[in-house]
């Protein structure tokens, strides 16, 4: 299993980024998708995750700004961040629980200042 997170960077408060994760070695509709981020400093977190029905669950701190949705033909999932605010500051990795292993995708960093 290879996950790909990838559209990381720096955007001014209350600017949007799209990440995106493409995976390879399973198909991303059958399975749980998850983004976690990592602030400096603090524990990782789970930011929001979609199921193989389509159901969406996302944290508190970013219900109503992030969106999680994923491409079926591309096998990718994406995070689209609106209305960032510097504590999103954070590397994003998306994650996958596979046959009981982690999956984990190389982190992107995103920096939200002015």
């Known amino acids: 299993v290879q996950l790909q997170a990838s559209g990381g960077g720096l955007v001014q408060p209350g600017g949007s980024l799209r990440l995106s994760c493409a995976a390879s070695?399973?198909?991303?509709?059958?399975?749980?998708m998850n983004w976690f981020r990592r602030a400096p400093g603090k524990q990782r977190e789970l930011v929001a995750a979609i199921t193989s029905a389509g159901s969406t669950n996302y944290a508190e701190s970013v219900k109503g700004r992030f969106t999680v949705s994923r491409d079926n033909a591309k096998n990718t999932v994406f995070l689209q961040m609106n209305s960032l605010k510097p504590e999103d500051t954070a590397v994003y990795y998306c994650?996958?629980?596979?046959?009981?292993?982690?999956?984990w995708g190389r982190g992107t960093q995103v920096t939200v200042s002015s």
């Open positions: 994650h996958l629980l596979y046959r009981g292993s982690d999956s």
């Open positions: 070695g399973i198909i991303v509709s059958n399975n749980v």
